[in-house]
């Protein structure tokens, strides 16, 4: 009972952080193109911002993520417009 309360407590969460923009990991690994097991080795080093509330599910803020690039950008050749077009593009 308690296994089957825990998974509808889960699938609620995610309904609920899916609706406030958060992501899952397999979204977050989407919109960054990172593979998961990429982003749980980056969560253990404290790398990207994450929450992990349940201590089971972990969450991503698409916002937070999209401070997190243009605050980790490096200079290029690709200006930051160029690519927040290309990354909002990608998510449409």
């Known amino acids: 009972m308690k296994s089957q309360e825990n998974q509808q407590f889960s699938e609620e969460l995610v309904t609920i952080a899916t ?10 690994s989407e919109f960054l193109g990172y593979k998961v097991k990429t982003l749980y080795k980056m969560n253990s080093q404290d790398k990207i911002p994450y929450y ?7 969450f991503y803020s698409k916002r937070e993520l999209e401070e997190w690039i243009k605050n980790g950008k490096q200079k290029s050749g690709q200006g930051m417009e160029q690519f927040i077009n290309y990354l909002t593009k ?3």
Not at 19 to 28: D, H, P, S
Not at 52 to 58: A, E, H, I
């Open 19 to 28: 609706e406030n923009e958060f992501m899952t990991i397999k979204q977050a």
């Open 90 to 92: 990608k998510a449409a």
């Open 52 to 58: 992990n509330p349940t201590r089971g599910k972990v």
